[in-house]
């Protein structure tokens, strides 16, 4: 087995020396810089951007969402479609303005996109207003990294190959006060052929049990109540550690930590949910009936080309023994359509499987080339029109299915986290169901953060709409 890599704490409590000193410098004159951190793609970012946060906090730097005030911006990437890096390159292409109203303003670009080496290269040649590029391997050393841009005034590029490590004990920045993601493991192994995030993200690395569960137990003490374990294959948590704690394991030992909160995953790789994953999901209370079960196809041929390990036979059965062991289980998915060479009778078997699966949401996805992926030099006769005919179709039926999902909940009264306000007067409040729909309310603000039972009276395709009818607090709306 590959020796797991970790980076010694002595060399995070450097990073974190580095960030005094940078607070000594950028506040010296009294006055408290600003940073803007931009996060585009997955939760895995998400998690990656609240570390950039965390590190930039420990600088003195206060946060904003406007490029004009901002001394420091961020902008952490993801490579995973085509659109997703072409927004990206429009956004920070546009920087300029706001670096010649504001000189001496520090922008750095991260994150999975410029990872690749042709993107680095690109930023290095055609973006100039690019002063510090860094992959997601060297996130932890930030602050030495800025502290460079800052010092020598000249533009710092750390992309360099890698197959990445474990860095405990970054500071961290939450964006919520409800809801947290707790990174499990990194990287990925699977190397389906559409896919970059391999490239990008190196290989399945997962955290000790024993980290996770101390931060989960923060996160409790912290009065979060809704924790999301991430990773970009849940289920090969513990392979690389040899430790005898697979990801159902993990999912216990979480839920034995004491307090009320609700325990959710991202996401599952279909070659391998096993049935002790959905046995120990069903026994802990805790664990919320929610599985995001990513097919990409309905098609063997294409399951196969894409090097997803498993046929439309052995999926149906995973999704038929997950429903056996929780019948309240809320089922989601991604879809690609449009992968090279799919043909009208593969893209027919994918829509044949959702209506045999029936999802509560499909997430669905116009094939996108990545570059050094297998797939990319596959032949692909087809047009984009056709793959949009078929995108609008698969969309048509998703639709119809979620809309008539949600309908079945009216009537019901479930257990719902308030979680945020809407900003709308009539249902002021949003929610999530333990399987992760939303539900919007009518109700006092005070109640975020709080469990509440509540009927559903009304509901569309995307959401569901409900009245409170009991509350931590009693009734208050
Ligand atoms: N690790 C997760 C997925 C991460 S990427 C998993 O395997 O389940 C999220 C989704 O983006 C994928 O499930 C896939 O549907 C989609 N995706 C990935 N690469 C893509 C590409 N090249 N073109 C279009 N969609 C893609
Ligand atoms: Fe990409 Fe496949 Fe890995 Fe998911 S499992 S991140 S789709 S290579
Ligand atoms: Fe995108 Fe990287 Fe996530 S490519 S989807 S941000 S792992």
Known sequence: MRQRQVIELSEIKRQEEICARIFERV??????????????????????SEKLRGYLAEMGYGFTQDEFQADVIVVNTCAVREHAEMRVLGNVGALNHSKKARPGQI?????CMVQQQHMAEKIKKSYPVVDLVFGPHELWRFPEL???VQTRHKRVFATEKSDGAVAEGIPLKRDGTVKAWLSVMYGCNNFCTYCIVPYVRGRERSRLPEDILAEARSLVAAGYKDITLLGQNVNSYGK???????????????????????????????????????RTMAACEKCCHQLHLPVQSGSDRILKAMNRSYDSEKYLRQVALARQYMPDLVLTTDIIVGFPGETEEDFEATLKLCETVRYDAMFTFIYSKRVGTPAASMPDPYTREEKQRHFDALTELSNR????????????????????????EEYNLSSRTDGGRLVHLKGDPALIGTFADVTITASNTWALYGEIRNSEFGIRN
């Open 27 to 48: 506040t010296a004159d009294g006055q408290r810089p600003l940073a803007l951190v931009d996060t585009y793609g997955c939760q895995q970012n998400e998690a990656d």
């Open 107 to 111: 922008v750095a670009v991260c994150g």
């Open 146 to 148: 800025l502290e460079r």
């Open 240 to 278: 690389d550690l040899a430790c005898g704690v697979d990801f159902a394991d993990l999912i216990r030992m979480v839920n034995d930590i004491p307090g009320d909160f609700r325990i959710r995953f991202m996401t599952s790789h279909p070659k391998d949910a096993t049935e002790k994953l959905f």
């Open 401 to 424: 299915i979620s809309g008539e999902k949600h309908a079945e909940y009216e009537g019901k009264t479930l257990r719902v986290l308030i979680d945020g306000e809407t900003g709308r």
